[in-house]
């Protein structure tokens, strides 16, 4: 808050001239008003320091944003999950094709949570950088809750195709021939 000097002529009539806290706008009244006296009124000295472009109140938009600790793992365990993920889908999808012919329910099984999880990953990370809360409050969680329900909608669907009927890779070969 400014300190300023009250006049002794004020809406609480005090008699002497004193130092009160009184809001930004007070002083910027005092400013724009005509009188040159009045805007000699704000006080430089004192107890509290002058803050060019007025007071910083604590607890408000005022305050400083506060940063974590910057480290060098922060975020690289995503990143090498990604990694490691996008990386394993190439001899995970041949080795599923190659063996389709015989009974392994598990490599259609691993294939479809794989390509699942790839997929929410990239889809996740659209959402985050274009339409996050900060700027869409509303519609960036909705839609990060939504691409959470479609992912688990798709797995349950998944293991119940691979698990009820011909399973993934007998599809995507049926279709490829086709």
Aim: net charge positive; glycine share 6%.
């Amino acid at each position: 808050m400014m300190l300023i000097r009250q006049p002794t002529t004020s809406v609480l009539n005090l008699t002497s001239r004193r130092y009160v806290a009184q809001p930004i706008l007070l002083a910027a009244r005092l400013h724009t008003t005509q009188n040159p006296r009045a805007t000699a009124q704000v006080a430089t000295t004192g107890p509290y320091k002058y803050v060019p472009g007025g007071p910083i109140y604590p607890g408000t938009v005022n305050d400083a944003t506060t940063f974590p600790a910057p480290s060098k793992m922060h975020g690289s365990h995503h990143w090498a999950f990604e990694r490691l993920l996008s990386a394993a889908l190439v001899p995970l999808t041949a080795s599923t094709f190659a063996l389709s012919s015989s009974p392994y329910p598990v490599l259609d099984g691993l294939l479809a949570v794989s390509l699942v999880v790839h997929s929410h990953i990239g889809f996740d990370s659209v959402v985050v950088d274009y339409l996050h809360k900060r700027k869409f409050p509303v519609i960036g969680p909705i839609t990060k809750w939504g691409l959470r329900l479609m992912s688990l909608t798709v797995m349950v669907g998944l293991y119940q195709f691979n698990t009820t009927d011909i399973g993934l890779t007998e599809l995507i070969k049926r279709v490829w021939l086709a």
